[in-house]
């Protein structure tokens, strides 16, 4: 059973960056579609990005040219590259597989982007 360790959230401005990990506790090189999600307070938790073995990506449409998703399958690590961030985008940010295992969410990190 993968579990996930998010870190790299905090405190930036409107227009910041952030660059956002995720460690697995084992292998994800077979893992198919690995994906970033988040959750906003009285929000319902979202996909944002995700990624296949090939590298191929997709995002969601309200990060979609500011968001960059990357997965080293050698150091088992899959990574959120966030640019010109927003208020909105303030939530908790989690890893898991895609579809999403409910038993191996992490404590996610948090970030917050003040305007």
């Known amino acids: 059973q993968v579990q996930f360790v998010e870190s790299g959230g905090g405190l930036v401005q409107s227009g910041g960056s952030l660059r956002l990990s995720c460690a697995a506790s084992?292998?994800?090189?077979?893992?198919?579609?690995m994906g970033w999600y988040r959750q906003a307070p009285e929000k319902q938790r979202e996909l944002v990005a995700s990624?296949?073995?090939?590298?191929?990506?997709n995002y969601a449409d309200s990060v979609k040219g500011r968001f960059t998703i990357s997965r080293d399958n050698a150091e088992n690590t899959v990574y959120l590259q966030m640019n010109s961030l927003k208020p909105e985008d303030t939530a908790v940010y989690y890893c898991n597989t895609v579809p999403a295992n409910d038993r191996a969410w992490g404590q996610g990190t948090q970030v917050t982007v003040s305007s």
């Open positions: 084992g292998s994800i090189f077979r893992i198919y579609l």
């Open positions: 990624i296949i073995k090939g590298d191929t990506s």
